[in-house]
């Protein structure tokens, strides 16, 4: 995961002007989805979503302008662990902690097969405007974890 080494010659990476987190750069539909007009239009795009679950920024652009978790329309995953982590169909932290409580993978699968499937929107309601695959996985990995240390 330690990208630190890994620079594009032609890297328009920008990085979170609180936390120093490499920004995700989502687009128009996705401001628009989480950002109040106002609050757009503060932000000159393209705009960042800063993917640290920490960090009290949401969005912010090149210019260090940022947008707050606290200012947003609605909660974003993984800013708030309760959201949808997937926004398209509305799967929870919950949801994968059930898999997990009843020993299955049904309610994981299902929303990775749905978040792979041409009925996704995760690209205009994800938080970071990305398939939320990955933050599925890493859920389920982490709420496994979680489980197998309280039963050690
Ligand atoms: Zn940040
Ligand atoms: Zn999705």
């Known amino acids: 995961m330690n990208k630190a080494?890994?620079?594009e010659p032609d890297s328009t990476a920008t990085y979170c002007p609180r936390c120093g987190s490499q920004g995700e750069r989502v687009g128009t539909e996705v401001l628009q989805h989480y950002v109040a007009d106002a609050q757009r239009q503060l932000l000159t795009e393209p705009a960042f979503f800063c993917p640290s679950p920490k960090c009290a920024v949401a969005y912010f652009d090149a210019f260090e302008r940022f947008v707050l978790v606290k200012d947003l329309v609605r909660p974003a995953y993984p800013k708030d662990p309760s959201a949808a982590i997937c926004a398209c169909f509305g799967v929870t932290r919950r949801d994968i902690q059930r898999d997990v409580d009843e020993g299955v993978v049904t309610?994981?699968?299902?929303?990775?097969e749905q978040a792979q499937s041409s009925a996704a929107c995760c690209a205009h309601l994800a938080a970071n405007g990305r398939s939320c695959v990955p933050y599925l996985q890493?859920?389920?990995l982490d709420?496994?974890?979680?489980?197998?240390?309280?039963?050690?």
Not at 107 to 112: E, L, P, Q, Y
Not at 143 to 152: I, S, V
């Open 5 to 7: 080494f890994v620079r």
């Open 107 to 112: 309610r994981t699968r299902a929303a990775v």
């Open 138 to 140: 890493k859920c389920f």
């Open 143 to 152: 709420c496994r974890q979680h489980r197998d240390q309280q039963t050690r």
